[in-house]
């Protein structure tokens, strides 16, 4: 069965501290890798990586992919109370551009 | 840009009636996807469009579930009838495809309709 798994569920950090959210995933066919926040409303795009070991960057976030071991991280340095807000992960799949997995989300913290 | 436009915002109904959620994806955007969120089952996939086409359909929960997409600029999703387990967050998204096999194209997601089935 196709899954993506992201951990941990939840995580309550101090503003300044550096977190690292992990997705694994299980699918046939991968074609990409896609992070997204989402704080009160929709989920907003974050990064998409198809290749391994090229991490992307944007401000004090960035995100890596291990095709070999089936995970991705994300990293957020210097947090800010703004960084608060749910985290999730997804995998392209198939032979279609709609099969996309959502792992639960990991939910983020940051206590002032 | 106006984004992806869902209406209505919220949605509270009685078990058994009729429940349609409506979205207009940003113009030019040739793909459309509804998704359902809930606490327990995380964000999914229920249904999506190419070129108003139904592509993949298999995340529709049941019968109860159908949806339409009469032209470029107009998708429905209906419920009928209507169960409390279906209280859920509908999204809508939309993205533009170039065709052929290709990596993912991003989605841009519209707001959400919050729908409470009591």
């Known amino acids: 069965e196709d899954k993506v798994v992201q951990s941990p569920l939840s995580l309550v950090v101090h503003e300044g501290d550096t977190v690292t959210l992990n997705c694994s995933y299980e699918v046939t066919n991968f074609r990409s890798l896609l992070w997204y926040k989402q704080e009160k409303k929709a989920p907003t795009f974050l990064f998409m990586l198809?290749?391994?070991?090229i991490e992307k960057k944007s401000g004090r976030l960035s995100s890596i992919l291990d095709k070999k071991e089936l995970f991705s991280i994300l990293n957020i340095t210097a947090t800010q109370t703004g960084d608060s807000a749910i985290y999730l992960c997804a995998v392209n799949y198939g032979g279609s551009q709609g099969n996309l997995i959502f792992g639960k989300g990991t939910k983020l913290s940051v206590k002032p | 840009d106006a984004g992806v436009i869902q209406s209505p915002r919220h949605e509270v109904t009685e078990m058994g009636q009729e429940v349609t959620l409506r979205c207009k994806p940003i113009s030019g955007h040739n793909s459309l996807f509804w998704y359902r969120q809930t606490m327990m089952r995380g964000l999914e996939l229920l249904i999506y469009?190419?070129?108003?086409?139904?592509?993949?359909d298999s995340g529709m929960p049941e019968d109860r579930f159908s949806a339409k997409m009469p032209n470029a600029s107009f998708s429905t999703l209906k419920i009928q009838p209507s169960e409390p387990r279906d209280s859920a967050v509908y999204f809508c998204?939309?993205?533009?495809?170039?065709?052929?096999?290709?990596?993912?194209?991003?989605?841009?997601f519209g707001p959400g309709t919050r729908l409470t089935v009591l």
């Open positions: 198809t290749s391994s070991g």
């Open positions: 998204a939309s993205s533009f495809s170039s065709g052929g096999p290709s990596a993912y194209n991003e989605q841009f």
């Open positions: 469009f190419n070129n108003n086409v139904p592509i993949d």
